[in-house]
């Protein structure tokens, strides 16, 4: 796991916590020792959400390893649904992806984020994403996580710049974390 890899190397990790479930006891359980090296912001709506990651984008140095955002849409969600404010809600979605690419690459660090889906209305069986194609376009890595249907949970590479697309792996969800349940 990132975070983990990112304390080991004595670096800080960030979690923005849009959804409140970030859990200290189970980053003890993933073998985290040092739950003072993890920095949590927790916004509590969209304009939030853009000024913690400018705030984020003004503190950040070599001493943090890693970022999460878990969920970038959920406050987006929030927000409003009718056509003008989605038109400007998705050009924000757009800048805070732009300001944590911008993070991502000027430190070289891992930036996961985490989004939801909602059911295809139409009649198809696809997940779309909250928030449209703008998280399409901006991410370089897409894991699709599901359950099939034996109730497996299932992680499927949908983008990678260099792997294989639609690859799968089954896990599982344990102590002390992402247990291989392939087998």
Same mark, same amino acid.
């Given at each position: 796991?990132?975070?983990?890899?990112? *304390?080991?190397?004595?670096?800080? /990790?960030?979690?923005?916590?849009?959804?409140?479930?970030?859990?200290?006891?189970?980053?003890?359980?993933?073998?985290?020792?040092? *739950?003072?090296?993890?920095?949590?912001? =927790?916004?509590?709506?969209?304009?939030? =959400?853009?000024?913690?990651?400018?705030?984020?984008?003004?503190?950040? /140095?070599?001493?943090?390893?890693?970022?999460?955002?878990?969920?970038?849409? /959920? *406050?987006?969600?929030?927000?409003?649904?009718?056509? &003008?404010? !989605?038109?400007?809600?998705?050009? =924000?979605?757009?800048?805070?992806?732009?300001?944590?690419? !911008? @993070?991502?690459?000027?430190?070289?660090?891992?930036?996961? @984020?985490?989004? =939801?889906?909602?059911?295809?209305?139409?009649?198809?069986?696809?997940?779309?994403?909250?928030?449209?194609?703008?998280?399409?376009?901006?991410?370089?890595? @897409?894991?699709?996580?599901?359950?099939?249907?034996?109730?497996? !949970? &299932?992680?499927?590479?949908?983008?990678?710049?260099?792997?294989?697309?639609?690859?799968?792996?089954?896990?599982?969800?344990?102590?002390?974390? @992402?247990?291989?349940?392939?087998?």
């Amino acid at each position: 796991m990132c975070c983990k890899y990112s *304390l080991l190397r004595g670096k800080k /990790s960030v979690f923005i916590d849009t959804e409140g479930g970030f859990s200290p006891t189970r980053m003890s359980l993933m073998g985290v020792k040092n *739950l003072e090296n993890i920095i949590v912001f =927790q916004p509590r709506d969209f304009k939030s =959400q853009e000024e913690t990651l400018l705030k984020l984008e003004k503190i950040m /140095s070599s001493r943090i390893g890693f970022v999460c955002v878990d969920s970038l849409v /959920s *406050l987006y969600r929030l927000e409003g649904h009718d056509r &003008k404010k !989605r038109t400007e809600l998705s050009r =924000q979605l757009g800048n805070d992806l732009l300001v944590l690419s !911008r @993070i991502a690459r000027d430190f070289n660090i891992p930036l996961l @984020i985490t989004n =939801q889906v909602y059911d295809d209305v139409t009649g198809g069986k696809e997940k779309i994403p909250v928030g449209g194609d703008v998280l399409k376009y901006w991410s370089k890595l @897409i894991v699709k996580l599901e359950k099939d249907e034996e109730n497996k !949970r &299932k992680a499927t590479l949908v983008r990678h710049p260099y792997k294989k697309e639609g690859e799968a792996v089954f896990y599982d969800i344990g102590d002390p974390g @992402i247990i291989d349940a392939s087998f």
